[in-house]
Nanobody, 122 residues
Framework: VQLVESGGGSVQAGGSLKLSCAAS????????MAWFRQAPGKDREGVAL???????YYPDSVKGRFTISRDSAKNTLNLQMDNLKPEDTAVYYCARGNKAVCRLYQADYDTWGQGTQVTVSS
């Protein structure tokens, strides 16, 4: 069971990045999947959730700027991030949930990728 993120990097404010998370062994469609981020000195926070049916949820901090999607053929989870702001700078993680109900709570996720750095400069 492994999740591997890619696509991080450095971008100026207003720019875009797309993160991808590749899963081995199991189908992402069977699980709640989410993206979290952790900035230096801050708690890890959820930024996007995708449920089994394709339902998506975003907190207000990223709503309208971030889009989560799933490519079933490639078994990958994506996060398109547009109009990036310096406060989006963080290490981004994809995670697989272990609950029947999909929520954006860190404790509901038991499998994590290694993280990918996103840096947004002003």
């Amino acid at each position: 069971v492994q999740l591997v993120e890619s696509g991080g990097g450095s971008v100026q404010a207003g720019g875009s990045l797309k993160l991808s998370c590749a899963a081995s062994v199991y189908s992402l469609n069977r699980y709640c999947m989410a993206w979290f981020r952790q900035a230096p000195g801050k708690d890890r926070e959820g930024v996007a959730l995708m449920g089994r049916s394709g339902y998506s949820y975003y907190p207000d901090s990223v709503k309208g700027r971030f889009t989560i999607s799933r490519d079933s053929a490639k078994n990958t989870l994506n996060l398109q991030m547009d109009n990036l702001k310096p406060e989006d700078t963080a290490v981004y993680y994809c995670a697989r949930g272990n609950k029947a109900v999909c929520r954006l709570y860190q404790a509901d996720y038991d499998t994590w990728g290694q993280g990918t750095q996103v840096t947004v400069s002003s």
